[in-house]
């Protein structure tokens, strides 16, 4: 089991920006699909960024797409998630998590909840009007 504590959330105003860490313990990041997702008071857990183990491959959702990145420091064992131009919308706790199952393609990345087997406890974003 990978263990990975995320942190660098807190309060900004719209159009501000934050970065994000996820470090994980355990086991090599690196070797494994990573993926953000958020989830806001009152509603379900949605999909934010994701990136393949070739670090190359990377995917968002319209809702933060140009405005989000996903990276990853293999060094330091940890992923970030550089997010811009941030809006009221953007607000909930947002959680890391990783796909340690075997299989899949190097390049693939994931956006269901499913295909992603360990998870951080979540760090909150909140972000003033």
């Known amino acids: 089991q990978v263990q990975l504590v995320e942190s660098g959330g807190g309060l900004v105003q719209a159009g501000g920006s934050l970065r994000l860490s996820c470090a994980a313990s355990g086991r090599t990041f690196s070797r494994y699909v990573t993926g953000w997702f958020r989830q806001a008071p009152g509603k379900e857990r949605e999909f934010v960024a994701s990136i393949a183990r070739n670090d190359g491959s990377t995917y968002y959702p319209d809702s933060v797409k140009g405005r989000f990145t996903i990276s990853r420091d293999n060094a330091k064992n940890t992923v970030y998630l550089q997010m811009n131009s941030l809006k009221p919308e953007d607000t909930g706790v947002y959680y890391c998590?990783?796909?340690?199952?075997?299989?899949?393609?190097?390049?693939?990345?994931?956006?269901?909840?499913?295909?992603?087997?360990?998870w951080g406890r979540g760090t909150q974003v909140t972000v003033s009007s």
């Open positions: 998590a990783v796909r340690t199952r075997s299989g899949g393609s190097y390049y693939g990345v994931y956006i269901a909840q499913t295909q992603y087997d360990d």
